[in-house]
């Protein structure tokens, strides 16, 4: 299937092992590509070394997306060490508050939208000059199936990812003419080691290798076809 | 799902996307069920190369737009190949029919073969595809998400493909899953002229696609989709953007 051999990839929130960003990580490295690894915790330095010792080339990278300067120097690592950049994949991200619409604190909706939507632009807003030297790439966004199948007392969640939906298919348009493409996927709650510990091990939980695959097609030449699609990975039809 | 070693039926595999799309799978290692109607040598040449990629390849002819012959024709392939494990419902045609021109015939040519068509090929499928834990992929169109002025019997058929592609995929979980890709212009129809080819390059952000794209998307969905089910995939290179 999807190939990466050559290619550079930068995965954001990679930082803890069971996570949806480690498991994207692994896939792309196992699939041959050279990655870069940004977190805003440390521990994402562990992840880089265990890949390496895997054989993957991979390098960490701590930086806080939600600033422009951190976005910048993900990039630019990825340019220092592996020459360019053609595949960046916006894991980076989280649900934050749960309760009722009418009572999210404001500085509360600041913050999801800060750690979904400002990750996300900023990280595509640093990549797209990379991946327009290269003569194209893929971004690959992480939407969330809510946005299609709205649910209650997460909206403010909710409302950004559909921000970041919005902003795929705008962004899509608007870099066609670079061959850059920009897509998402929504997945329902995956099988993270997070979500089993908080919600049980139910059997509905998308399985991390299923989510893996959507995201290695869009990312890849395999979907060069394909931009500005949101594809849902939910176990169900929708 | 692993695709070698697996039985696929393609439906229209005698030319165009069907005819990549049989090709495809046999690359990935499946043996392949050819189904034509209409196009009895491109079928040929389709079962020929897929036997020079060393896969099994069994023609199979029916006329889709008779449901007896469809639901029938599952069958057909599984006697043919000893097994079947993927259905690829690609036999529609795209007939440019001003809504002052369509007539009952002209209707049900399109709406026979397009939708009737794939839901009993699907239905006569899925006694296999269940024991199989098998799937399904319907060629849907961008033509059934947005409206095109003179093709709307077109249009009509491929929006029912999409519901169609929902429905079954509630109906036959968790046995088949069943998914759709909606192309567009990844193929355009052998009779437009240079300048309407002109302009939908133009007007695709990504450009012109090609019938490859159709077929990674589907391979897509058979061996990295396992958990995909009613999802429709748009490989479009953006025009529905537009």
């Known amino acids: 299937?999807?190939?990466?051999?050559?290619?550079?990839?930068?995965?954001?929130?990679?930082?803890?092992?069971?996570?949806?960003?480690?498991?994207?990580?692994?896939?792309?490295?196992?699939?041959?590509?050279?990655?870069?690894?940004?977190?805003?915790?440390?521990e994402v330095a562990e992840r880089a070394k265990e890949f390496a010792a895997t054989g993957v080339a991979a390098r960490g990278c701590t930086g806080d997306l939600t600033k422009p300067d951190d976005a910048r120097a993900a990039v630019a690592l990825a340019l220092k060490e592996f020459g360019g950049l053609d595949v960046v994949v916006n894991v980076a991200g989280g649900l934050l508050h749960m309760g009722p619409a009418a009572a999210i604190p404001v500085e509360m909706l600041d913050r999801e939208f800060a750690i979904n939507v400002k990750t996300t632009v900023l990280m595509c807003q640093a990549a797209i000059p990379a991946l327009a030297v290269r003569g194209g790439g893929a971004i690959?966004?992480?939407?969330?199936?809510?946005?299609?199948?709205?649910?209650?007392?997460?909206?403010?969640?909710?409302?950004?990812?559909?921000?970041?939906?919005?902003?795929?298919?705008?962004?899509?348009?608007?870099?066609?003419?670079?061959?850059?493409?920009?897509?998402?996927?929504a997945p329902a709650a995956a099988r993270t080691a997070d979500n089993i510990k908080q919600m049980g091990d139910l059997p509905e939980l998308v399985p991390l290798d299923d989510l893996v695959a959507a995201v290695l097609y869009l990312a890849s030449d395999d979907a060069r076809a394909v931009t500005g699609e949101i594809l849902p990975v939910t176990g169900r039809s929708i | 799902m692993q695709l070698a070693g697996k039985a696929a039926l393609v439906t229209g595999a005698g030319r165009r996307v069907g005819r990549a799309l049989a090709l495809g799978l046999a690359d990935a290692g499946c043996d392949?069920?050819?189904?034509?109607?209409g196009s009895a040598t491109g079928a040929q040449e389709t079962a020929r190369d897929i036997r020079q990629l060393g896969r099994k390849a069994e023609l199979v002819a029916a006329d889709l737009r008779d449901a007896r012959a469809a639901r029938g024709l599952a069958d057909q392939a599984a006697r043919a190949l000893g097994r079947l494990d993927v259905l690829i419902n690609a036999a529609a045609v795209m007939v440019r029919q001003p809504v002052l021109d369509v007539t009952p015939e002209?209707?049900?040519?399109?709406?026979?073969?397009?939708?009737?068509?794939?839901?009993?090929?699907?239905?006569?499928?899925?006694?296999?595809?269940?024991?199989?834990?098998?799937?399904?992929?319907?060629?849907a169109d961008v033509g059934g998400l947005e409206p095109w002025p003179t093709y709307v019997p077109h249009s009509i058929s491929k929006a029912g493909v999409v519901m169609l592609t929902k429905g079954l995929a509630k109906a036959l979980a968790p046995e088949i899953t069943v998914n759709a890709v909606a192309p567009g212009p990844v193929l355009l129809p052998d009779d437009w002229d240079e300048t309407t080819r002109r302009r939908f390059a133009e007007t695709t952000p990504l450009g012109l696609g090609s019938p490859d794209a159709v077929v990674h998307a589907v391979r897509y969905l058979l061996e990295g989709g396992d958990y995909v089910t009613g999802t429709v995939l748009v490989v479009d290179g953006g025009r529905m953007l537009r």
């Open chain 1, 1 to 42: 299937m999807a190939e990466f051999r050559g290619k550079v990839a930068l995965v954001t929130g990679v930082g803890r092992v069971g996570q949806i960003g480690h498991a994207v990580a692994r896939a792309l490295g196992r699939a041959g590509a050279q990655l870069v690894l940004v977190d805003r915790v440390a």
């Open chain 1, 140 to 185: 690959v966004n992480f939407a969330s199936i809510a946005v299609l199948q709205p649910q209650a007392q997460m909206a403010s969640y909710v409302a950004a990812k559909a921000a970041i939906a919005g902003f795929t298919r705008a962004l899509a348009l608007e870099v066609a003419p670079q061959k850059i493409r920009v897509n998402a996927v």
């Open chain 2, 32 to 37: 392949v069920a050819v189904h034509y109607h």
């Open chain 2, 106 to 139: 002209s209707w049900d040519a399109t709406l026979d073969l397009n939708l009737r068509g794939y839901f009993f090929v699907a239905q006569g499928a899925v006694a296999h595809l269940r024991s199989a834990r098998g799937k399904i992929v319907n060629i």
